[in-house]
């Protein structure tokens, strides 16, 4: 129903930034949220921003001031702006989207296929 595609992901030093964006394409007017999770080796998923369409957007603690999440009119595109990366931010990034049919409707999830961002000197 609803298909995400990231792209932008690669490799940078410490300290550079990275944009990654999410293209989302199908039923895109039942989406009511966007988000990124990322997921490091090792290690189990965590969720670094979460994008309702009529809230405020909310990040997780260790990204908070560094990163920025941000959406197009349309809302059917999400991007993650990463600042002052580092070697911990090191991980596979995937694009969320929540959809429903109606308001209090059970929502479902979608996930793009993942993109990697990798911090390195």
């Known amino acids: 129903q609803v298909q995400l595609v990231e792209s932008g992901g690669g490799l940078v030093v410490p300290g550079e930034s990275l944009r990654l964006s999410c293209a989302a394409s199908?039923?895109?007017?039942?989406?009511?949220?966007m988000g990124w999770y990322r997921q490091a080796p090792g290690k189990e998923r965590e969720l670094v921003a979460y994008?309702?369409?009529?809230?405020?957007?909310t990040y997780s603690g260790s990204v908070k001031g560094r990163f920025s999440a941000s959406r197009d009119n349309a809302k059917n595109m999400v991007f993650l702006q990463m600042n002052s990366l580092r070697p911990d931010d090191t991980a596979i990034y995937y694009c969320?989207?929540?959809?429903?049919?109606?308001?209090?409707?059970?929502?479902?999830?979608?996930w793009g296929q993942g993109t990697h961002v990798t911090v390195s000197s």
């Open positions: 969320y989207a929540m959809s429903k049919a109606y308001l209090t409707a059970s929502p479902e999830n979608y």
């Open positions: 199908g039923v895109i007017f039942s989406i009511v949220a």
């Open positions: 994008v309702p369409s009529t809230g405020t957007t």
